[in-house]
């Protein structure tokens, strides 16, 4: 079996929720505190050993990749004023080998995953989507860590998954299980947003997943729905022929595509900060009193 070696993180959304700010910065570069929610997205890969990042974004995206690239002047003034510890800041921005491709047509997630295909070709591939963030503290194990064992141990395609209740399972794709082994499930269907009366399960596919080499040339040959081609219809299939695993994940999940989940992400990253979250602990105890 192939190693996994390389990541896909489709950013292209126009990010029309978060006009007017994404008029002119690109969503993938809106900050939690002080760090953009692409760069999040990709030191979650440091725990696998991933080589090779290739970033799925829009025309105009200039300023993700110079967000990526070495900033020799700035460093070197960092340098000379002994600011060493936001120069390691700006190392860390430039450790991700990232190769960046353009998403011209809006033509759904398989649509962004194959324009990555002249990188990943028959490989396998770890899928990250921009819009969510997935933070492992201390003793958790990272998310994308755990899928890359189950697909090492397995050779089988994996997706991370958690529970959902209520209204909230019509907001994801959603998994039938057959069996499940040591937090490890054997998905049976997947049926992408259901009704409540459709869905096969209270799993929900959260936006992590480790996809096997034939992946791609799957995608490549799905019928389009409308304009758009779904990633869910290559994974029922997977699903149906037994080559599909689900796992849940440990730590939280923070929706950065939406201003609620944004804002918690920034509330919540920002009291773990040693430099404010003190600070920002004491300020939120007493607006929480003010707000009684
Ligand atoms: C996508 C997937 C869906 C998944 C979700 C996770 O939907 O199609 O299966 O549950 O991401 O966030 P989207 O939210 O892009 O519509």
Do not use: Q, W
């Given at each position: 079996m192939e190693r996994l070696r390389k990541a896909v993180i489709p950013a292209a959304g126009l990010g029309t929720r978060f006009l007017p700010i994404t008029k002119v910065i690109p969503k993938p570069m809106l900050s939690v505190l002080d760090k953009p929610t692409i760069q999040y997205i990709a030191e979650e890969l440091s725990s696998v050993g991933i080589e090779e990042i290739i970033i799925v974004v829009s025309p105009d995206s200039d300023i993700i990749k110079k967000h990526f690239s070495k900033a020799d002047a700035l460093k070197e003034r960092l340098l000379s004023d002994n600011k060493m510890d936001l120069y390691e800041v700006l190392e860390k921005t430039e450790k991700f080998k990232v190769q960046f491709v353009v998403q011209e047509v809006a033509n759904g997630l398989a649509g962004a995953i194959l324009c990555a295909e002249p990188f990943v070709k028959d490989q396998p591939f770890a899928l990250l989507l921009g819009d969510e963030l997935i933070c492992a503290d201390g003793e958790q194990k990272p998310c994308m860590k755990r899928l890359a064992e189950i697909f090492e141990q397995t050779g089988k395609s994996v997706i991370a998954t958690m529970e959902v209740f209520g209204d909230d399972v019509s907001k994801y794709g959603n998994i039938g299980i057959s069996d499940e082994t040591d937090g490890v499930m054997q998905v049976n269907a997947i049926?992408?947003?259901?009704?409540?009366?459709?869905?096969?399960?209270?799993?929900?596919?959260?936006?992590?997943?480790?996809?096997?080499?034939?992946?791609?040339?799957?995608?490549?040959?799905?019928?389009?729905?409308?304009?758009?081609?779904?990633?869910?219809?290559?994974?029922?299939?997977?699903?149906?022929?037994?080559?599909?695993?689900?796992?849940?994940?440990?730590?939280?999940?923070?929706?950065?595509?939406?201003?609620?989940?944004?804002?918690?992400a920034n509330v919540e990253l920002a009291l773990k900060s040693k430099e404010i979250g003190k600070d920002l602990k004491e300020y939120l105890i007493g607006l929480v009193e003010r707000l009684k």
């Open positions: 049926v992408e947003k259901p009704s409540v009366n459709e869905a096969l399960s209270n799993n929900a596919i959260i936006g992590r997943y480790v996809l096997s080499g034939e992946v791609m040339g799957m995608l490549k040959s799905l019928k389009p729905h409308g304009n758009e081609i779904y990633l869910t219809d290559a994974l029922d299939t997977l699903a149906k022929d037994g080559k599909l695993l689900a796992s849940c994940f440990e730590g939280e999940r923070y929706d950065v595509g939406g201003k609620l989940g944004y804002v918690k």
